[in-house]
């Protein structure tokens, strides 16, 4: 007998789709590997990271040969239309308010400031809760509930605390949110809101990992910590299929790309390794930049030094609080992903941040988020230093709205 929960998902998913899935099992899924010692960990047990060597762990797939992209033309409009490549078993797990599929528009008032027309941006603003952090609750508050869990928290510099909220909301879980206390209120009011405990730490999003840390050891919760939890990672790699789907399977030379935590660098790479062994894109790569603020650049020391691996950053400040992450947990595939594609990482100030923001709104009607508006003070400077030719095909990453900011911006 389908469950009602069964039935609505799969109403919700026929609607959208001109086909059923086409797939023996719903998903390609078949275990997690850690990125440090290459260890397989199996899908049948609640994972978290690789406690031998503290690294995150990765989810792998049997991709197959055959699968034709174009089997992907009339899918739901949302992350989900890459059902078999994302790592819930079963439909009636899938917890979502429609997360992804955003849309890819031309700059074309921006680039005319750089004299370029090739200036594109992905506007993840579209999504629910406004940012981009909607596909990796989505996937892991679905894969959570997969598990039976029914308790989940997270430290978050705000836009993923709004977002496990929602997905807590629409799932019945219970939520908790642990926030640094100068985070703009909109982000507080959004987790009260949806009616998610709100915790608030003086200090960055480490505070709030160690106070998580102290709370777990007589609560019962489960941590859904950037990279420490493995699936979050496997929505964010969504926008990297997206990208590729959108862009008709072409990809831009450049990804300039907001980096705290690193999720979505090193989901969108990890898409396209798998698009790449299933055929369905070239070994052709995009440069992709790590963009960070001047108050918090511990990807840019890391790059500028040439190493492996990133070190914590003190005293970190900047208004765009998504990118005031001290020490990336998946630091290392971080700087992997930058090497490898021939990238880099830059810093820039929280003053043109914001002007950045207003340039974006004046120019293209967009309201970004300091995080997004980051990508444009990028690619101006790499402009003018000639690291970007304007020929060349250059993809913004506004990763949320700047509604949730304005109290902060000036
Ligand atoms: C709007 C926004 N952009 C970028 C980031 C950085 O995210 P990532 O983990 O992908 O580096 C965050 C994280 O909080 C964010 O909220
Ligand atoms: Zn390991």
């Not at 995150?56 to 174009?70: C, G, I, T, V, W």
């Not at 299929?241 to 979505?264: C, H, K, N, R, S």
């Not at 790449?276 to 840019?300: L, T």
Request: with cysteine.
């Amino acid at each position: 007998m389908e469950t009602e929960n069964e039935k609505k998902m799969s109403i919700i998913y026929l609607k959208y789709s001109s086909e059923k899935l086409i797939a023996e099992s719903d998903t390609y899924f078949s275990n997690l590997r850690c990125s440090g010692c290459g260890e397989t960990f199996s899908k049948s047990e609640v994972q978290t990271y690789c406690h031998q060597c503290n690294k995150p762990l990765l989810a792998e797939y049997n991709l197959p040969l055959h699968f034709d992209k174009s089997m992907l033309k009339g899918r739901v409009e949302s992350m989900w239309r890459y059902r078999e490549f994302l790592p819930i078993e079963n439909d009636a797990n899938m917890v979502s308010l429609g997360e992804g599929w955003t849309p890819i528009s031309p700059m074309q008032q921006l680039g005319k400031i750089v004299k370029s027309d090739n200036i594109f941006m992905k506007d993840e603003g579209f999504n629910p809760t406004g940012s981009f952090k909607a596909r990796g609750l989505s996937m892991a508050i679905s894969k959570a509930k997969e598990y039976g869990i029914n308790r989940v928290a997270i430290p978050t510099a705000g836009n993923a605390g709004g977002a496990l909220a929602a997905y807590c909301a629409t799932s019945g879980m219970e939520g908790m949110v642990i926030m640094p206390e100068h985070t703009p209120d909109t982000f507080k009011w959004e987790c009260q809101f949806l009616n998610t405990q709100l915790r608030q730490v003086a200090g960055t999003i480490s505070d709030c990992g160690r106070e998580l840390a102290a709370i777990k050891e007589d609560q019962d919760w489960f941590d859904v910590s950037t990279m420490k939890e493995p699936y979050r990672l496997e929505g964010k790699k969504t926008m990297g299929y997206e990208i590729a789907e959108q862009m008709e399977w072409l990809l831009p030379d450049v990804i300039v790309y907001p980096t705290g935590g690193g999720t979505g660098l090193v989901g969108i790479w990890k898409a396209f390794d798998e698009m790449e062994q299933m055929g369905w894109i070239s070994d052709f790569r995009p440069r992709m930049v790590a963009v960070q603020a001047e108050g918090c650049r511990p990807v840019v020391d890391a790059f500028d030094a040439g190493l492996s691996d990133v070190s914590f950053y003190e005293n970190a400040n900047t208004v765009a609080n998504g990118l005031c992450v001290p020490k990336p947990f998946a630091g290392e595939l971080i700087m992997k992903v930058l090497y490898e594609s021939g990238g880099k990482a830059i810093a820039v100030s929280d003053g043109e941040i914001n002007s950045s923001v207003r340039e974006i709104g004046e120019n293209e009607g967009i309201l970004v988020s300091p995080e997004g508006a980051a990508t444009w003070a990028a690619t101006k400077q790499l402009i003018e230093t000639d690291w970007i030719h304007p020929e060349e095909q250059v993809l913004l990453l506004n990763t949320g709205s700047g509604y949730k900011y304005l109290e902060k911006m000036n």
